[in-house]
């Protein structure tokens, strides 16, 4: 195995906990040991910016957001990569929005919005423990770029919205309640490849982890992909191992079966 020399981390269920809503110390401790030893660390999450404050405190060499839609480096300031949804799919599913109403999050650069909320919205707002999206004519939310937006649907409408709406997006989940839906073509994987151009650094030095089906294409991609034992089974299948779940410190005991911490 060529060392490791970047590692990518999913947040929710695999930095974060779904019960405690936090890093927890062992992780904090096993992050700080990766950068010590030179080995630099990456956020590749579905979340936007904005909402990642849940690990402020921790330093990351670079953070892949909205599913490899939108990279910026360790400062956040510098964007190495940016690819926001076509205008022209946009405005379909609004105009679809106004004949056939449902929750859809928006997520342009600075803050997240939706055009109504429902039950689902709050459950997952608790399950995640983040304030529910502010509430925006959708029309007003589509004149800025839009990098990811999520609509709360099951997955035959999903398909639907694929097929007959929004033809240059693709969906991609990590709850059942919604789905996360970027460009075609662009996710984890596209992330990881921009990050590693901008630092120099090889695929086969890679390592990432991750729980939902959004991290699917990045554990696959990367030389070891790592589920978390709270991942679902197809998530582990694209894995090269499946370690303890998030609540059982399952990033540290990864780290020791490689021989890596």
């Given at each position: 195995?060529?060392?490791?020399?970047?590692?990518?981390?999913?947040?929710?269920?695999?930095?974060?906990?779904?019960?405690?809503?936090?890093?927890?110390?062992?992780?904090?401790?096993?992050?700080?040991?990766l950068?010590?030893?030179?080995?630099?660390?990456?956020?590749?999450?579905?979340?936007?910016?904005?909402?990642?404050?849940?690990?402020?405190?921790?330093?990351?060499d670079?953070?892949?957001?909205?599913?490899?839609?939108?990279?910026?480096?360790?400062?956040?300031?510098?964007?190495?990569?940016?690819?926001?949804?076509?205008?022209?799919?946009?405005?379909a599913?609004?105009?679809?929005?106004?004949?056939?109403?449902?929750?859809?999050?928006?997520?342009?650069?600075d803050?997240?919005?939706?055009?109504?909320?429902?039950?689902?919205?709050?459950?997952?707002?608790?399950q995640?423990?983040?304030?529910?999206?502010?509430l925006?004519?959708?029309?007003?939310?589509?004149?800025?770029?839009?990098?990811?937006?999520?609509?709360?649907?099951?997955e035959?409408?999903?398909?639907?919205?694929?097929?007959?709406?929004?033809?240059?997006?693709e969906?991609?989940?990590w709850?059942?309640?919604?789905?996360?839906?970027?460009?075609?073509?662009?996710?984890?994987?596209?992330?990881?490849?921009?990050?590693?151009?901008?630092?120099?650094?090889?695929?086969?030095?890679?390592?990432?982890?991750?729980?939902?089906?959004?991290?699917?294409?990045?554990?696959?991609?990367?030389?070891?992909?790592?589920?978390?034992?709270?991942?679902?089974?197809?998530?582990?299948?694209?894995?090269?191992?499946?370690?303890a779940?998030?609540?059982?410190?399952?990033?540290?005991?990864?780290?020791?079966?490689?021989?890596?911490?």
């Amino acid at each position: 195995m060529n060392r490791i020399k970047a590692v990518f981390f999913d947040i929710d269920g695999t930095l974060v906990s779904f019960k405690t809503h936090c890093v927890s110390r062992p992780t904090r401790a096993a992050l700080d040991a990766l950068r010590a030893d030179g080995i630099k660390v990456f956020v590749a999450t579905g979340r936007m910016l904005p909402m990642i404050d849940v690990l402020d405190g921790i330093p990351f060499d670079g953070y892949i957001t909205y599913n490899g839609a939108y990279c910026v480096d360790a400062d956040r300031r510098n964007v190495i990569y940016a690819c926001p949804v076509p205008q022209e799919d946009l405005e379909a599913l609004v105009h679809h929005l106004e004949k056939d109403p449902f929750p859809v999050a928006f997520m342009p650069e600075d803050a997240i919005t939706i055009n109504c909320v429902d039950e689902a919205v709050r459950e997952v707002a608790r399950q995640i423990s983040v304030p529910l999206p502010r509430l925006e004519d959708p029309r007003k939310t589509i004149r800025r770029k839009v990098f990811q937006f999520s609509p709360y649907v099951n997955e035959e409408k999903m398909r639907y919205l694929e097929r007959h709406v929004i033809p240059h997006c693709e969906a991609s989940r990590w709850m059942p309640l919604f789905a996360d839906v970027n460009v075609r073509g662009v996710n984890k994987q596209t992330g990881i490849d921009r990050m590693l151009e901008y630092c120099g650094l090889d695929l086969s030095e890679t390592m990432a982890f991750g729980d939902g089906g959004n991290d699917i294409p990045m554990l696959r991609h990367a030389a070891i992909g790592v589920a978390m034992g709270n991942a679902a089974d197809a998530v582990k299948a694209a894995a090269d191992y499946t370690t303890a779940p998030v609540d059982d410190e399952g990033i540290e005991q990864a780290f020791r079966h490689f021989g890596i911490l």
